[in-house]
């Protein structure tokens, strides 16, 4: 608790003492009504005193109709028709609604950003032989930093000496660690678990990875919501209505009862106006949208999804149409080897390990993706006399042995015909010694989550997934087909993917909105152009974290599936709240004008409503 | 030219109103305040003097709810 709200706790705490303690003196002594007022006084002023200065002050600054006005008024009211207990009672409780709605928001605010807490607090720096720490702010680019296990990286750099294991779960929502030796590049934000490292940094702390992070989480409440903009409308015209309404209520009928010559009963249509009154507060609409919204945004970054507004997340949840890029987002963007078909008397290792050998001067892709596959160290002293042929491929010796690797036009050359393959990607043909051995298929591959992922979508009520590629049409319909896209549209240059879009954009209804996912890097048009443009952002992308709505950290296409069900989990909170505060605050405006609901079911709209709609909204939080 | 206040006010609609007292504050071309990180972000006017304008943006806030604070 901060100092005002122990402050309003001590006024609390007194007021109740001295209520219950004259009321308990009431009930055995009987004074007349003038030193009645006059004790009762002392605790409406203890607990009211700051809420009737206010409703003053705004009445000056002609701001007739806020909530310290109705209070103020309902109160007074109360005890103007001799309803002194009431009076006091309906101030005390709403001030410990008031003390109970700044400790839940507050606390909810305190478990949101520990969530996102991966602000680093300082830098190590070696000063004269000695460990300093500074702050990030103050460490320029250049400089050299020590992180040991524990600590947070705090800027971006290179390491340049030490090796560890980074924790990078803050950022990516990525439980498993990963390993960074020296001349690793490294991102502020993970936190070092293993081993301690010196980092030369390649970026000021405001440009770092978590600057940026931070920046944009806490800028994401900025950008409102439609149903945050409908209630702040709402209840603009609400308040004064329901003020005109118990001004109504409090005049009308008896005017009209004394016109039919019946008794006009002032005192019970005045306390029904003002009951009225205290219903009306439009608190707990106002607050537990934010506040959903701003659980659900939390809850995503912590599983490695920025998003950079309530609004995005409002219009994922209406997604009905996604549309993605291929390369970097459904596959994983590097080629690797996927199939090998050994000839008679070769096995498959053997041919692998002699097409590394041969490839292994290359820094071609394909010649890299060939050592990678085999796994194992290269004895250089075994490979002699590495010819590059041209537009074809590559010749070496290899112990003792002439291996040829490269195209079918290498193999052609060699006189070897008839042995094309037809599998889709890129095909290494090898020949050892003259003699066709058989060919390596390398491909870019589908990443492992990217089916289930595709599924996943469908079944929280995406109505199709198109995917967008540069690529071949075979091999865009081979993955489209693999992983379940209903719909591919291949060959196309940048500007036609905008093309796809638009054309989608305007045959949907205005309530379905298209979400499109990239890489972010040559995407940024369409990335713009969709309603939710999302990013694989790898770690640190600027380009993507730039140009995208909802960034997820770690490249998985799960996380969209996951995105969505949290978006609609925040929106299907937001309009719990709203139709059940809307409805209680309805019903008991309605009984209140009919003279049923009394000022505690009043107090109960107003003050009960909110906590209920707050507890409601911190269930954002977890999914 | 944006700037971003650290504010304090106490509930969910004094922050509406805050916002929309300094939207109609002139000099200021845009602002935001989210009520959940108690940021105000502010866009300014062209040649607008960031100082002056702040200082009406906060009277003008006074107005409207008088428990509230804008740490300039």
């Excluded at chain 1, 409703?55 to 007739?64: M, S």
């Excluded at chain 1, 298929?441 to 089916?451: E, F, G, M, Y």
């Excluded at chain 1, 595709?454 to 929280?460: C, Q, S, V």
Aim: charged share 20%; with cysteine; proline share 3%.
């Amino acid at each position: 608790m901060n100092k005002k709200q122990k402050k309003a706790l001590n006024s609390i705490i007194i007021s109740i003492i001295l209520l219950t303690a004259i009321s308990i003196f009431l009930h055995f002594v009987n004074i007349p009504i003038q030193l009645e007022f006059v004790l009762y006084m002392a605790p409406y002023l203890i607990i009211g005193y700051d809420i009737l200065k206010k409703a003053v002050k705004g009445i000056f600054n002609r701001q007739v109709f806020d909530e310290n006005f109705l209070m103020a008024v309902a109160t007074v009211g109360a005890i103007v028709l001799g309803e002194f207990r009431e009076g006091v009672a309906v101030m005390l409780f709403y001030q410990i609604g008031e003390l109970f709605q700044s400790v839940a928001v507050g606390k909810s605010r305190k478990s949101i950003s520990a969530l996102m807490d991966i602000r680093p607090d300082y830098a190590n720096i070696l000063v004269d032989g000695e460990i300093e720490q500074i702050d990030p702010d103050d460490v320029e680019i250049g400089t050299e930093i020590i992180v040991n296990p524990g600590e947070k990286v705090p800027i971006d750099g290179i390491i340049v000496s030490g090796s560890t294991t980074l924790n990078t779960s803050a950022l990516t929502g990525e439980s498993l660690p990963r390993s960074a030796v020296s001349g690793d590049e490294i991102i502020s934000g993970c936190i070092n678990m293993t081993g301690a490292i010196t980092v030369r940094t390649t970026k000021p702390f405001g440009e770092s990875t978590v600057s940026k992070i931070l920046d944009l989480v806490e800028n994401s409440s900025m950008k409102k919501s439609r149903s945050e903009n409908f209630i702040t409308k709402f209840a603009k015209y609400y308040t004064p209505a329901v003020c005109y309404a118990a001004l109504a209520l409090a005049f009308l009928p008896p005017l009209i009862l004394l016109i039919t010559g019946n008794s006009p009963q002032w005192s019970v249509w005045v306390i029904r106006a003002l009951t009225f009154l205290v219903i009306s507060c439009p608190c707990a609409l106002v607050i537990s949208i934010p506040l959903s919204f701003f659980g659900g945004i939390g809850c995503a970054s912590s599983n490695g999804i920025l998003v950079k507004g309530s609004n995005y997340l409002e219009s994922l949840s209406e997604t009905k149409y996604i549309m993605f890029d291929k390369t970097g987002t459904l596959t994983k963007g590097v080629f690797e080897v996927v199939d090998i078909f050994p000839e008679y008397g070769f096995t498959k290792d053997k041919l692998l390990e002699l097409a590394a050998y041969a490839e292994n001067a290359s820094s071609h892709p394909i010649s890299l993706s060939l050592k990678r596959a085999y796994g194992k160290k290269l004895d250089i002293e075994k490979i002699s006399d590495v010819k590059e042929i041209a537009g074809h491929g590559i010749s070496a010796v290899v112990e003792g042995k002439t291996v040829c690797a490269g195209n079918i036009k290498l193999m052609k050359k060699l006189g070897l015909n008839d042995v094309a393959c037809d599998k889709i990607g890129t095909i290494v043909y090898v020949a050892i010694d003259n003699v066709y051995a058989g060919c390596i298929v390398i491909a870019d591959v589908v990443k492992d989550t990217s089916r289930a992922a595709i599924d996943a979508l469908r079944t929280n009520g995406v109505k199709q997934t198109v995917m967008l590629t540069g690529d071949n049409k075979q091999t865009a319909e081979k993955i489209a087909s693999d992983i379940g896209i209903d719909i591919v549209k291949s060959e196309l240059l940048p500007a036609d993917k905008v093309e796809e879009v638009e054309k989608i954009i305007n045959m949907k209804s205005e309530k379905e909105k298209l979400a499109f996912v990239g890489d972010g890097i040559n995407d940024a048009p369409v990335l713009s152009r969709a309603d939710v443009g999302i990013a694989m952002g790898g770690l640190g992308s600027d380009a993507a974290i730039e140009a995208a709505d909802i960034v997820l950290m770690d490249d998985d296409p799960a996380k969209i599936a996951l995105a969505m069900k949290i978006s609609v989990r925040t929106l299907s909170i937001v309009k719990q709240n709203i139709v059940f505060a809307l409805l209680v605050k309805f019903i008991c405006l309605a009984l209140g004008a009919v003279g049923i609901a009394n000022m505690w079911i009043a107090i109960f709209a107003d003050v009960g409503v909110m906590i209920i709609a707050v507890i409601n909204a911190t269930r954002a939080l977890r999914i | 030219m944006k700037k971003t206040y650290k504010v304090e006010v106490d509930c969910a609609n004094c922050a509406a109103k805050m916002e929309e007292a300094v939207k109609k504050t002139e000099g200021v071309k845009d602002a935001a305040l989210s009520f959940m990180t108690l940021k105000l972000k502010v866009e300014f006017e062209e040649g607008a003097d960031i100082e002056a304008v702040m200082q009406n943006a906060l009277k003008n806030c006074k107005k409207v709810e008088d428990d509230c604070e804008i740490f300039l």
